[in-house]
């Protein structure tokens, strides 16, 4: 196996200027102006070494290409040295054809499910959705088009609060702009203690939200 990197030590690295580490992998969004363009980049991106069947994931818009990267193997979720050596590379491409990265155009959705019983509940999500299983607490889709479902663990029932959250995945340099809009627009803080990994915020009804980013992770 490859030498595997900490969120931090991607993010600090020398030619990961364009990525930001979220929720599912290391994104770069490259601002192409069309689909034409933005498909001469998925090309250029398919023709470098290192892609294959599972990596990277490359989504075409008519306004640029989003690109994540992330090793899944058996016995591991996360970053190596080979998806930093890849991230350079796209970017180099992407460079070589005259677009350039937007980092602030780049987040995930995280769908949260507060459970008493993990055992009992995934199996009707998995179900419903059609979703695969990553490991003990997460469902995806197998298409990697969906927004992943993740099933916290609760240790009393609370019948008086909402028990499905989104988690909101942003750019770390972003967090704090993205939680003054929401509470500019009606929210509210409801608590910072876990800043600056995540943040949880409520709409005007009481409905709940997670800012979060992979700032404080190992």
Same mark, same amino acid.
């Given at each position: 196996?490859?030498?595997?990197?900490?969120?931090? #030590?991607?993010?600090?690295?020398?030619?990961?200027?364009?990525?930001?580490?979220?929720?599912?992998?290391?994104?770069?969004?490259?601002?192409?102006?069309?689909?034409?363009?933005?498909?001469?980049?998925?090309?250029?991106?398919?023709?470098?070494?290192?892609?294959?069947?599972?990596?990277?994931?490359?989504?075409?818009?008519?306004?640029?290409?989003?690109?994540?990267?992330?090793?899944?193997?058996?016995?591991?979720?996360?970053?190596?040295?080979?998806?930093?050596?890849?991230?350079?590379?796209?970017?180099?491409?992407?460079?070589?054809?005259?677009?350039?990265?937007?980092?602030?155009?780049? #987040?995930?959705?995280?769908?949260?499910?507060?459970?008493?019983?993990?055992?009992?509940?995934?199996?009707?999500?998995?179900?419903?959705?059609?979703?695969?299983?990553?490991?003990?607490?997460?469902?995806?889709?197998?298409?990697?088009?969906?927004?992943?479902?993740?099933?916290? #663990?609760?240790?009393?029932?609370?019948? #008086?609060?909402?028990?499905?959250?989104?988690?909101?995945?942003?750019?770390?340099?972003?967090?704090?702009?993205?939680?003054?809009?929401?509470?500019?627009?009606?929210?509210?803080?409801?608590?910072?203690?876990?800043?600056?990994?995540?943040?949880?915020?409520?709409?005007?009804?009481?409905?709940?939200?997670?800012?979060?980013?992979?700032?404080?992770?190992?």
């Amino acid at each position: 196996m490859t030498e595997r990197y900490t969120v931090k #030590q991607f993010g600090e690295s020398e030619g990961a200027e364009d990525w930001r580490v979220l929720g599912d992998g290391a994104c770069a969004h490259f601002r192409t102006g069309s689909i034409a363009a933005g498909a001469r980049l998925l090309d250029a991106i398919a023709a470098l070494d290192g892609t294959g069947p599972r990596r990277p994931d490359v989504d075409v818009r008519f306004d640029g290409v989003t690109v994540r990267i992330i090793t899944m193997t058996d016995d591991h979720y996360g970053l190596t040295a080979e998806d930093l050596d890849l991230a350079r590379r796209i970017s180099a491409a992407a460079r070589e054809l005259g677009f350039a990265a937007d980092p602030s155009a780049v #987040q995930t959705i995280q769908v949260s499910i507060d459970a008493l019983a993990h055992a009992d509940v995934v199996p009707f999500w998995r179900a419903v959705l059609g979703y695969g299983r990553r490991g003990p607490d997460d469902l995806v889709d197998p298409g990697g088009r969906g927004a992943p479902f993740w099933f916290q #663990q609760m240790d009393e029932p609370r019948p #008086q609060r909402n028990r499905v959250h989104i988690d909101v995945w942003v750019p770390h340099d972003l967090a704090e702009a993205r939680i003054a809009a929401a509470i500019a627009a009606g929210g509210r803080l409801l608590t910072d203690e876990h800043a600056p990994e995540w943040w949880v915020l409520a709409d005007p009804e009481g409905n709940e939200v997670c800012v979060a980013t992979t700032l404080s992770r190992d």
